[in-house]
């Protein structure tokens, strides 16, 4: 599966929960507790998935650690962050799931990163 398509597979997944107004994107760094609400415009990598995967959510960029293993994460045709039952944030501190084609996998946190680390990072993990 090629990244446009699993980034046409998320944006259809999550539908009309992700339309967020235009200042989402100035939403502070998330901490271990703080949630980014996402917005349409949104990338994930999870090539080599297992503790974390990459998210890119407009011009922010972070790196979303796992509670336990989530290889599952680097096939599942479709990917969604779940928070207090509702799509369209994501959440530190275990209170998001990311919910897979065979399940799901608790975000112990969300970790700000700068684009150039992204970059950076999702070049490794195409390797």
Do not use: W
Not at 14 to 42: F, K, N, R, W, Y
Not at 59 to 76: E, I, M, N, P
Not at 101 to 117: F, K, N, R, T
């Amino acid at each position: 599966m090629n990244m446009h398509t699993l980034l046409a597979s998320l944006a259809l997944s999550a539908g009309t929960l992700l339309a967020m107004p235009a200042h989402a994107a100035d939403v502070p760094a998330a901490g271990t507790e703080d949630c980014i609400q996402l917005g349409s415009d949104l990338q994930l990598v999870r090539a080599g998935a297992s503790r974390n995967i990459l998210l890119r959510n407009g011009q922010d960029h972070y790196l979303v650690h796992f509670k336990d293993d989530c290889s599952k994460a680097g096939y599942s045709r479709k990917l969604t962050f779940v928070t207090d039952g509702e799509q369209g944030q994501v959440c530190g501190a275990g209170r998001t799931e990311l919910r897979t084609d065979g399940g799901y996998c608790a975000v112990a946190s969300v970790e700000p990163i700068d684009a150039a680390d992204f970059k950076q990072k999702a070049r490794q993990r195409s390797r």
